[in-house]
């Protein structure tokens, strides 16, 4: 071994078995710029905007230096670094705050992922360049506030030929960035073939518009907004040529929900190194608390699912570069990631005592944000059913 040559001493401590180094030089240099640029820019002020449930548009500039929008597509303009770096800067993303990983993962990953597989090579060319570059923000309008988990057998959303242009009309739910987004992604039954078919809808299009999402107790700075449409026309050249039916939304979901995994791996690793830190500097009866076995007992468990999750997802990550990646496969390690994510941030939040539910310390921001993590991208119930048919051949959904 040459000196040049990471060694397992060369991890962060979270990173226990050094995951981090799979990755090529350029890839783990990424990694380490994404890490320094969450730490020194958004964790010193992310608990200020997560009280107001505001989004940091003065970070964006910034983010857009690190050109990690649409990491793994090799669309025009995107980086084509693959899925597991692609994973791995969406958890260190989520180490310091969800919120900000989970704009990236709308943006990036279902936004762009829509326009990259279900669009033609032109409509390629003219958004995903500016999109790369967080010149143009993306938001992904699927959900509907009558359905959720049933949205393949119920989406009302409607959509109509007329000439040369469509028309939309019905209502969206919990759509993260579409307060702000510069592009609308918007799912809707073609009335004519029933099939289901995806628009772009571009900002200040009129018939559309949107009511924020208030009070939410999870992910405070997503910018979630209710979606109105009452006649929207929208070109033809703005219907994603390659969405045929409901199946292509599932093609883009299949790729998200790996990125939702790598989230809450994430998720939980922050809360886990919050917590250790915490432990070291808060002394009880004469000793720092990290000394109780209590409390070793609890961190350790964290670690175990931060580093079982990781594992999993490092796995499946690789099956999706190679083009292996199955629905099964992303539904098995979303909700294994997400159950672990649920049990380490609570393990962290026990750890800190009463001051766990002060956002000073971060965990408590862990623990709300995980309630919404664990629920979006399909429920545990849902994941879990996509794996029960792949492994029994039966189905058991209603």
Known sequence: MNDDTPALEDSPFSDFLG??????????????????????????????????????????????????????????GCPNRGALVDGMVAMELARVDPSMSTFMGVHGGLAMGSIQLCGSPEQRERWLPAMARLELIGAF????????????????TSARRDGDEWILN???KWIGNAAFADLVIIWARDEDDEQVKGFVVEKDTPGMTFDKQEDKIALRVVQNAEIHLHDVRVPEANRLQNATSFRSTADVLRVTRMGVAWQAAGCARGAFEHALRYTTGREQFGRPISSFQMVQDLLVKMLANVTASTAMNVRASQLQDQGLLKDE??????????????????????????????LEHHVGRFVADAEAIYSYEGTREINTLIVGRAITGESAFV
């Open 329 to 358: 496969h992303a539904s098995l390690c979303k909700a294994h990631s997400t159950v672990r994510m649920r049990e380490a941030v609570g393990w962290a939040r026990e750890v800190l005592g009463g001051n766990g539910i002060l």
């Open 170 to 172: 019905g209502e969206k």
């Open 141 to 156: 309008g699927l959900t509907e506030p009558d359905v959720g988990s049933a949205i393949s057998a119920g989406l009302a």
């Open 19 to 76: 995951f981090e180094l799979l990755l090529e030089d350029e890839d783990r240099e990424l990694l380490t710029r994404v890490h320094a640029f969450m730490t020194r820019e958004v964790e010193p002020v992310i608990n200020d905007y997560w009280t107001r449930a505001a989004f940091p548009h003065d970070l964006l500039p910034g983010i857009a230096k690190l050109g990690i929008a649409g990491l793994a597509y090799d669309g025009p």
